[in-house]
C-alpha cells in the first residue's frame, strides 16, 4: 500500500467531518464557473451597445443569448453554453428583468456569485483545517503510543533525537498536508474541472489549441515533483541528524563545558547543520524553479490564444464578451492551476515525511503480550533466568548462557567490570528487552506467557540515571500512582530520607523540580527515586546502584531505609561499589556477558578470583584518594 493510501486510510474516521468543507469547496467551483460565464454576458448585454442592438434586432426585439449576430455571421453555442444561456434567461424572466434595468441586474448577479464564491471558500478552509489538525493529533497521539510501547532495542536502535524530529517535524508536514495542502488540492481541482467545462463550452476550438500547448507545462513539474520528493526525504533525515547532536549537547551542556568542548560541538553541530542546509536549499531552489517556469508557460500559450481568437472574432464566428469569458477563465484556472502544482510538490515533502513515520509505526515491537498471556497471581516464589543470551540486533553477544536463580526474600548482586551485562541482565527481568535465547521464568511460567502490565507492577526501579519529570515533588514520587494519598507520599520521603529538604523547598511537595530535576541536587534526585520505588511498594526490586550518589551521611539513612523496604522482597542489585553488597545472599560475578563466579562475600574474597581483583582495587583506591585529598587540604 503506498505512503499516500495509508495516510488516506487513516484519515477515514475523520471522512464524515470533511464532507462540509468538500460540499463547500464544491460550491468554490460552482460559483467561480458560474463568475466566468457572466462576463460574457455583461459584456455583450450591457457593455457593449452595438452588440445588444444586433441581439434584439435579431430575436425580434427581446435580448436573448441563444445566439449573437456578429459583423459577418451568427456566432454558434455548444449545449452546455446554450444550457447556461437558457437558465440566465429563466432567471431573468422570475425577476422582472427588462433591457432598461440589465445594466443594474448583471452586475448584481455577477457580485452575488462572487461574494458566494468567498463564503464558500471561507467555509471550505476553516472546516478542513479544523479536520485535517484533529487527524494529526490523533495520528501524533498514535507514533506517541507506539514508541511508547517499544522495548530497549528499538531505542537502542533510533536515536533520541531522531524520534522527537520525527514526532514533532515529520508530523508537522502530515499536518500542512491534511491542514491546508489538501484542501488547496480538492478545491483547485474541483474549481479546474468546472472552468474546463465552461471554457471548453465556450470555445472548443479554442480550448483545442490550449491543450496542445499543456504538455509543455505538466512535464517539468512532473520531473520537478519526483526530483523534490527525493530532495525532501534526504532532508528530514538530515534534520533528524541535526535534532539528535542538538539533543545531545543540550542534556550534556555541563559536560561540554566541563571539558572546555564548546568549539568541538559547535564544528560537530555545524557540520550537520551545513548538510541539512545544502539539501533545503536544492529543495527551495527546484520549487522556486517550478513557478517562474508554470507562469512563463502560462503566459506564452495566452499569447498564442490571442492569436487565434483575434482571427475567429475577425471572421464573425465569436464574440468579444464570448472571448472575455474564455480569458477570464483561463485566467481563473492560473490560481487553481498553481496552487495544485505547489500542492503536488508540498505533497512529495509530506509523503517524504510520511514514509519516515510509517518506519516508526512500521517497527516491529519485539515485547508484547502474547495472545495467551495472562496476569500474575501471588508473589513470585521464584525467578529463574535459564539459558539466557542477549545481543542487539545482529552485534556480538552481550549476554551468553546466563543460569541464575533468585529466590523469594533473597538479595542478588550483580558485580563486574563496566561492559560485563549487568544493566542488560537487570532488564530483562521487567521485559525492558528479550533474550534472543534461553528464558526468565516466575515460578516456572515463562514472563512472555505473562501480561506486561502485571509483571511491571510487581517491580520497582531505581536506576543510577535517575529520571525525572518537568513537574511537582508530589506528581514525581507518585508517578503511576497519581491517587495516592499526602500522607503516603510524606511517608516515603521520609523513609528515604528525603522529607527535610523537600519540607525546605519553596513550596514544599508542590515545588517543581525542573527539567530531569535540574533544581535538585544529585543526591536529592537520587533519594526522590528512591522514595517513588518505596511508594509503590513491589515485592521485587531492581536497584542501579541506588545510593552512589548520596552522601556518607544520607547514605547511611538510606541504606538502613532500603534494607528495612527489602525485607521479605526479592532484590536484584548492580552493584559499582562492593562495600554496599558485602551482605548479600549471593553475589554474581560476571565478565564477557557470561557468570564467572558466585557466591558470598567471604567465599569469593578466598577463591582470589575477579572479585576479588575488583575488592581489591576499590580497597586500595580509596586510601589513596583520601591521600590526595589531604595532601590537597
Known sequence: MSDLRRLLVLFRPHRSAALAAVLAMV?????????????????????????????????????????????????????????????????????????????????????????????????????????????????????????????????????????????????????SLFGTDLADLVQSLATLAVLVVVVVSLSPQLTLVALLITPAIVVPVVLIARRLRALSRAARERMGDLTGVLSETIRGARVVQAYGAEAWESERFSEVNERTFRLARKGARVMAFSSPLVETASVLAFLLLLGYATTRITAGKMTLGTFISYGVGLAMMYQPFKRATRTNLALQHALASARRLFEV??????????????????????????????????????????????????????????????STLAALLPRFMDPTAGRVTLDGIDLRDVTLASLRARIGLVTQDVVLFDDTVRRNVAYGRP???????????????????VDALPDGLDTRVGEGGGRLSGGQRQRLAIARAILKDPPILVLDEATSALDAESERAVQEALERLMAGRTVLVIAHRLSTVRRADQLVVLDGGRIVERGRHADLLAAGGLYRRLHDLQVFEAPAEATKAGSRE
Open 361 to 422: 509505526l512500521d517497527a516491529p515491537n519485539d515485547v508484547v503480550d502474547r495472545p495467551e498471556a495472562r496476569p500474575i497471581v501471588g508473589i513470585a516464589r521464584e525467578i529463574l533466568f535459564e539459558g539466557v543470551s542477549f545481543a542487539y540486533g545482529d552485534g556480538e553477544p552481550v549476554l551468553a548462557g546466563v543460569d541464575l536463580t533468585l529466590r523469594r526474600g533473597s538479595v542478588t548482586a550483580l558485580v563486574g567490570p563496566s561492559g560485563a551485562g549487568k
Open 483 to 501: 491517587e495516592a494519598a499526602e500522607t503516603d507520599v510524606r511517608d516515603a520521603l521520609g523513609a528515604a530520607n528525603a522529607i527535610a529538604f
Open 27 to 175: 460550491g468554490v467551483a460552482v460559483f467561480t464557473g458560474l463568475l466566468t460565464y457572466l462576463f460574457g454576458p455583461l459584456f455583450d448585454q450591457v457593455l457593449t451597445p452595438e452588440a445588444r442592438s444586433a441581439v434584439m434586432a435579431h430575436a425580434g426585439g427581446t435580448p436573448g443569448l441563444g445566439s449573437v449576430v456578429g459583423e459577418k455571421s451568427v456566432v454558434r453555442r455548444t449545449p452546455v453554453a446554450k444550457a447556461l444561456d437558457a437558465g440566465l434567461a429563466s432567471l431573468e424572466a422570475a425577476l422582472g428583468v427588462t433591457p432598461k434595468t440589465r445594466v443594474f441586474v448583471l452586475p448584481l448577479l455577477l457580485f452575488a456569485a462572487f461574494l458566494l464564491k468567498n463564503l464558500c471558500a471561507f467555509v471550505a478552509e476553516y472546516r478542513f483545517n479544523a479536520v485535517g489538525l484533529a487527524f494529526v493529533r490523533d495520528f501524533r497521539k498514535t507514533l506517541y503510543e507506539k514508541i511508547l510501547g517499544q522495548s530497549g532495542a528499538f531505542f537502542a536502535r533510533n536515536p533520541s533525537g531522531d524520534l522527537i524530529a520525527r514526532v514533532t517535524g515529520d508530523v508537522d508536514r502530515i499536518q
